[in-house]
């Protein structure tokens, strides 16, 4: 492969949000290697493909349009995986701005280091609305913010947000050839689940590879009035949820923990109902929206342990046979 960045934009019904998106990535500096940008069209019923090809066509970006006719957001990653021409590719949401300077500074990363897997960047919210008092509580799971990390590479079993987020192509690749089937659902169409994006960080570093996170890697997310109401937020989180507790098992294998996966598993059940008495409590006290979001986050993942336990013991099992 030739020195450079596969640019992956993954779409659904994307056409009134990827020209901004399009004439951004136009703008941005190289120094030394060349970017190119796929468009995965998962099953549109609108004009992306159409609105993609004309403006590489009109314009000087390097790119393309591929399909993927099985619906769902970490199907559109793989095929945009498989579609790479560089080494080091970048996945870009169809609503992130980024800085001019984002491919040299992901670039200088890779280039230091060959053991480099997975890189995270800074995501700043961009919106039209006065945020509300409990986003900042919140914002990373809006890809905005730091997820608490520092600058430099970070300990195993760190996630990011999949917006911004660079990978080693052969990482990815070496993954999904394994055929690892994890159960994970992720965004299809309108449907909140999430999950592939935190099951690729997790797998790179199951390679054998290190996850990076710098803070001066920034990008704008433009979030839609809609999509900053409590009601919406609720949803999103039990959909961030929604693949609890299958990728414990990934934490599991990292953390080189001994003893029972199963008895692991057993025992958030006290745990989480205890969370959820707690949190109740202070919810009763205060009503205020940051305490009915925490209850509900043990809610949601006692909820999901019940619902996929059988799917994260597969997972570990797959997991443990491959990578032990």
Same mark, same amino acid.
């Given at each position: 492969m030739n020195k450079g960045v596969s640019i992956i934009i993954c779409c659904y019904n994307s056409a009134d949000r990827l020209p901004t998106v399009l004439d951004y990535l136009n703008k941005l500096e190289v120094k030394d290697f060349e970017y190119e940008v796929i468009v995965v069209d998962n099953l549109s019923t609108d004009a992306t493909q159409e609105l993609a090809t004309s403006f590489f066509f009109n314009s000087n970006l390097k790119g393309r349009v591929v399909h993927e006719p099985i619906p769902g957001l970490s199907n559109a990653r793989k095929k945009g995986v498989f579609s790479a021409d560089f080494p080091v590719i970048l996945f870009c949401d169809d609503d992130n701005f980024l800085n001019s300077d984002y491919l040299i500074q992901g670039m200088n990363y890779f280039l230091?280091?060959?053991?480099?897997?997975?890189?995270?960047? @800074?995501? /700043?919210?961009?919106?039209?609305?006065? !945020?509300? +008092?409990?986003?900042?509580?919140?914002?990373?799971?809006? =890809?905005?913010?730091?997820?608490?990390?520092?600058?430099? /590479?970070?300990?195993?079993?760190?996630?990011? +947000?999949?917006?911004?987020?660079?990978?080693?192509?052969?990482?990815?690749?070496?993954?999904?050839?394994?055929?690892?089937?994890?159960?994970?659902?992720? $965004?299809?169409?309108?449907? *909140?689940?999430?999950?592939?994006?935190?099951?690729?960080? !997790?797998?790179?570093?199951?390679?054998?590879?290190? /996850?990076?996170?710098?803070?001066? *890697?920034?990008?704008?997310?433009?979030?839609?009035?809609?999509?900053?109401?409590?009601? @919406?937020? !609720?949803?999103?989180?039990?959909?961030?949820?929604?693949?609890?507790? /299958?990728?414990? =098992?990934?934490?599991?294998?990292?953390?080189?923990?001994?003893?029972? @996966?199963?008895?692991?598993?057993?025992?958030?059940?006290?745990?989480?109902?205890?969370?959820?008495?707690?949190? @109740?409590?202070?919810?009763? $006290?205060? $009503?205020?929206?940051?305490? $009915?979001?925490?209850?509900?986050?043990?809610?949601?993942?006692?909820?999901?342990l019940i619902r996929n336990y059988s799917s994260a013991i597969n997972l570990y099992h797959q997991l443990k046979r491959t990578y032990s």
């Open positions: 230091r280091n060959e053991k480099l897997g997975c890189l995270g960047g @800074y995501g /700043i919210a961009k919106v039209a609305m006065n !945020l509300p +008092y409990w986003f900042d509580q919140f914002s990373s799971s809006y =890809a905005v913010g730091s997820l608490g990390k520092s600058t430099g /590479i970070q300990n195993k079993g760190v996630i990011h +947000y999949g917006a911004g987020l660079f990978f080693k192509t052969d990482a990815l690749k070496s993954f999904y050839l394994k055929s690892i089937d994890s159960s994970i659902t992720d $965004r299809k169409a309108n449907l *909140l689940s999430s999950g592939g994006d935190s099951e690729l960080c !997790l797998a790179v570093q199951l390679e054998g590879f290190e /996850i990076a996170y710098d803070s001066k *890697l920034n990008f704008y997310h433009e979030i839609k009035d809609e999509r900053i109401t409590e009601a @919406y937020y !609720l949803k999103l989180r039990e959909g961030i949820l929604s693949n609890y507790p /299958i990728l414990t =098992a990934y934490d599991f294998l990292l953390s080189k923990s001994e003893g029972d @996966y199963r008895l692991y598993l057993a025992k958030q059940v006290p745990v989480l109902l205890s969370g959820v008495v707690k949190t @109740y409590i202070t919810l009763l $006290r205060q $009503r205020d929206f940051i305490s $009915r979001v925490y209850c509900y986050n043990f809610i949601f993942r006692f909820k999901y």
